[in-house]
């Protein structure tokens, strides 16, 4: 958040990293930290997001070396350790978007499983451990979620069988409760509100 240092997740590359830390001088990258997260072939992450603090680092994904799919880091400007961790819905199912809320207590987390019946999960973040705060829906995957400014909405795209939803929901802390559902006429990938709260753009392809 502060500019300082870029966090890079994937494949595994030619040197068996899946994660990059570059810290960032407004002109060039320096490579910071290199890490790999075990040696199953199908290990990959697809979403790397800090917390609001730049104090912790959230993974998500699937078969990394822990056995959870999402993972929580302290980052202290030089390593990461591993703080808190939990396991998808099914167990194999693959992390495919987190959005930590703006006050940094909460993570929103999207899945993805072929034969659907995903939800949508909200853990609370203590510095220490994960725990289940909310969920909802009944999605095929969830590709992107994006927390509102003030941290009482969240918008996320999904699909649900054959469509895909632009979709908000309020949340208080303990549940979850759909105000607003959009039918997309293309695959939505990703999902961004304004920084006044009054508009939500989203993206995908036909």
Same mark, same amino acid.
């Given at each position: 958040p502060d500019g300082r240092y870029l966090a890079v997740g994937g494949f595994p590359n030619s040197s068996g990293y899946e994660l990059k830390i570059y810290s960032f001088d407004g002109s060039s990258l320096t490579p910071l930290i290199f890490?790999?997260?075990g040696s199953d072939?199908?290990?990959?992450?697809?979403?790397?997001?800090?917390?609001?603090?730049?104090?912790?680092?959230?993974?998500?994904?699937?078969?990394?070396?822990?056995?959870?799919?999402?993972?929580?880091?302290?980052?202290?400007?030089s390593?990461?350790?591993?703080?808190?961790?939990?396991?998808s819905q099914l167990g194999t199912n693959q992390v495919f978007s987190t959005s930590w809320s703006p006050d940094g207590r909460y993570i929103?987390?999207?899945?993805y499983y072929y034969a659907g019946g995903t939800k &949508?999960?909200?853990?609370?973040?203590?510095?220490?451990?994960?725990? &289940?705060?909310a969920e909802t829906g009944d999605f095929y995957n969830?590709?992107? #979620?994006?927390?509102?400014?003030?941290?009482?909405?969240?918008?996320?795209v999904s699909s649900e069988?054959?469509?895909?939803?632009?979709?908000?929901?309020?949340?208080?802390?303990?549940? #979850?409760? &759909?105000i607003a559902s959009q039918s997309y006429e293309y695959a939505a990938n990703s999902v961004n509100w304004s920084p006044d709260n009054r508009y939500v753009a989203i993206c995908g392809y036909s």
């Open positions: 890490k790999n997260f072939v199908n290990l990959r992450l697809r979403a790397v997001t800090w917390s609001p603090d730049g104090k912790y680092l959230s993974i998500g994904g699937a078969f990394l070396s822990s056995g959870e799919e999402l993972e929580i880091h302290r980052f202290n400007g390593s990461l350790t591993l703080v808190a961790s939990t396991d929103a987390v999207g899945e &949508l999960r909200i853990y609370s973040f203590n510095e220490s451990s994960l725990s &289940l705060a969830i590709n992107s #979620l994006d927390w509102s400014q003030d941290g009482r909405y969240l918008a996320i069988s054959s469509e895909d939803f632009l979709k908000i929901y309020y949340f208080n802390g303990s549940s #979850l409760s &759909l």
